[in-house]
């Protein structure tokens, strides 16, 4: 109940809301209106029902942002809950056959007399509307309007649309040419006013709606009191409508400024508010000032909880890193300097305002902290758990260069994502007004799903496609939840749904439905995120014998199907002594899987030394405390096998470091005679993966690199101009940042191409 399903902008400070409200919608007619309260400690202000939808339960507000509680309101976005509403309230507008009836509607006040339209309409009557505004850009629902009018006029102050004049111009305008037998007008007081002046010379019956301020609008407190006809109405329950010709405007319009110096002081607080952003707002300032920098430096960087090793190495679904509290957040956050030309945000590539949410962290915002975070970040809980943070944002710490460890920044991204999330008041980033134009995304892995949600933000209608039955792509089949648990992607995915992404599973793109169908079906601009599915091996003897796996074949057997269940349908070999190929992340993903299904030991191997490991130091860690053996400079060269054919050892070549390679990293060589034989019954091969080849060898027009990858240019833009791609399918093998930032960038040259068309 009171949840905002739907929020449209119609014009800088007019937006309309669709708000969850089956009762009211049940019950509605047109002239009531409803109570509503933003939160727990807000006003109520009443707000007339311009349109219900008894089938879905749902009522729409059109609101102005005129006050604190209307721009508190317009603030809100599809997902939020209004903390209250009620109704519906007044009495319902009178709705006869009165022959022909002028509907004038000034500013906001179009909304309401939506309904009123509608219903005289079906009433048999002739129905003219005149809808005002200073500007074109103030004009609302003219679209809605002419469905249930014979005409419908446009005025507005300046001439930038329709007629240029006032609402009684364009009233006098309809009276002079024919007999106008009813009259309802609905807007500012002062435009009623003028309108019941002009109908009251003509003698036109004329019904006006007041706005009046409201405390409780059950007829309870009498704040909402009018002059009608020489006699106190109550506008609440006597109202809203009254004969406007009776009406004592210039009393109403008196208390209507009763509240006005409040209303400007809190008014002026909220641009206060506005303001305090950015590294010079004055709360980063005192924040500054308050601990020296000397002192922040000597802070000890905070350790992150941990299961304990031990118990952890047997928990497959168990988080390893258990967060950190608000204390250790604050503490950590304490740490940063505020620099003016912060080296973290350079390194970061979604550009994430790393200064300005650990800050907010520091004094205890940890909201805004998340707020922050989620302006360029469409997955921060995802982030802060898996991103090679000590490579990137970290690395360019000033503490680095100091000689001191790094701001945690990963960890503080995590504690700002996951103290929203935990905390039940989890905000939507803000988007604009839908524009009606569709995108695609092929894939729902971190580039796409950045991609989506940065499209989605600029008003795009957002398809993504999976060819999988589980939403997440690489985050779900690829990455264990000890690491990352589903619960936090499923949680980052149904924000995306939220600000209206939507979600298609099982559908191949290439296979299931071309690139060019989805262009025929009106997808301006398709991203692929398609990853890079297609496993590399070794090609060495024995390579092809039962239980020798790729990573990727393992983790999604595990991760996505179950596998770990040994009644599973979807099964997995359970080594007792596992031997992972490589040195990535991925490889430690598959050895501590390993350990947990059961393995007496599990062992790594790789090519080069230890310091040469892409892997992130803290993966690594992890494995040695939980018990993985590490056996570097050593290849495999020869898998043995059982009369069955399943593998039982490995031959390995050890191996030392020569001159580096074209990456920089030095070149393992082969010592002659230098092979030992260790027994195995699993091999997991992690040496990495090439591109699926489904989207490059189904679309033509775009040009496909040697490596199989497709090639863009740098805002991720093929030779094909409508297709985009990033992450793996560009790169050949990415982090989940990285795919990320591709993600952005083709969002940003999508915008920029379509709004240009």
Known sequence: MNRIIDKQQFSEKVFKLVVEAPLIAKSRKAGNFVIVKASENSERIPLTIAQADKEKGTITLVIQEVGFSTTKI????????LADVVGPLGKPTEIKNYGTVVCAGGGVGTAPLLPIVEALKKAGNRVITVIAGRSKELIILEKEMQEYSDEVIIMTDDGSYGEKGLVTQGIEKVINREKVDKCFAIGPAIMMKFVCLLTKKYEIPTDVSLNTIMVDGTGMCGACRVTVGGKTKFVCVDGPEFDGHEVDFDEMMMRLRAYKPAEAEEMQMLGEEKQDEGRDAQWRADLRKAVKPKERMQIPRVEMPELPATYRAHSLREEVNQGLNKEQAQKEAARCLDCANPGCVKGCPVSIDIPGFIKNIERGEFGEAARTLKRTSSLPAVCGRVCPQEKQCEAGCIHIKTGGKAVAIGYLERFAADYERESGHSE??????????????????????????????????????????????????????????????????????????????????????????????????????????????????????????????????????????????????????????????????????????????????????????????????????????????????????????????????????????????????????????????????????RPNPIIPHSVSGIEISAKGTIVTDENMRSARKELYAGGDIVRGGATVILAMGDGRKAAKAADEALQEK
């Open 74 to 81: 317009c603030k809100m976005n599809a997902g939020d809950y």
């Open 428 to 689: 939507l980033p803000k988007c604009k007004p839908s524009n009606g134009i569709k995108v695609a995304a092929v894939g729902s892995g971190p580039s796409s799903l950045s991609f989506a949600g940065d499209m989605a933000k600029n008003g795009y209608s957002v398809t993504v496609f999976e060819a999988l039955h589980e939403i997440g792509g690489v985050l779900k089949y690829g990455i264990p939840e000890f690491r990352l648990p589903n619960k936090i992607v499923d949680a980052e995915i149904e924000n995306l749904r939220k600000i209206g992404v939507e979600f298609v599973k099982d559908c191949i793109v290439g296979k299931t439905i071309s690139v060019e169908q989805l262009e025929a079906d009106g997808y301006k601009a398709v991203f692929v995120g398609s990853g890079a599915g297609l496993p590399r091996f070794m090609n060495i003897p024995g390579e092809n014998y039962i239980n020798i796996l790729s990573s990727n074949e393992y983790l999604t057997r595990v991760n996505l199907m179950d596998a770990s269940d040994k009644e599973s349908a979807t099964p997995v070999p359970f080594g007792k002594h596992v031997l992972v190929v490589g040195g990535g992340n991925t490889a430690m993903d598959s050895v501590r899987t390993a350990l947990r299904l059961g393995a007496e030991s599990a062992t790594i191997v790789y090519r080069r030394s230890e310091n040469e490991m892409p892997a992130r130091k803290e993966e690594v860690k992890h494995a040695k405390e939980e018990g993985v053996k590490f056996l570097t400079l050593h290849n495999p060269i020869e898998y043995l096998a059982d009369e069955n054919g399943k593998v039982k050892a490995v031959k390995l070549q050890k191996m030392e470091l020569g001159e580096p390679d074209a990456s920089g990293r030095r070149s393992p060589i082969a010592i002659p005679g230098a092979i030992e034989t260790l027994d195995v019954d699993l091999v997991i091969v992690s040496i990495g993966v």
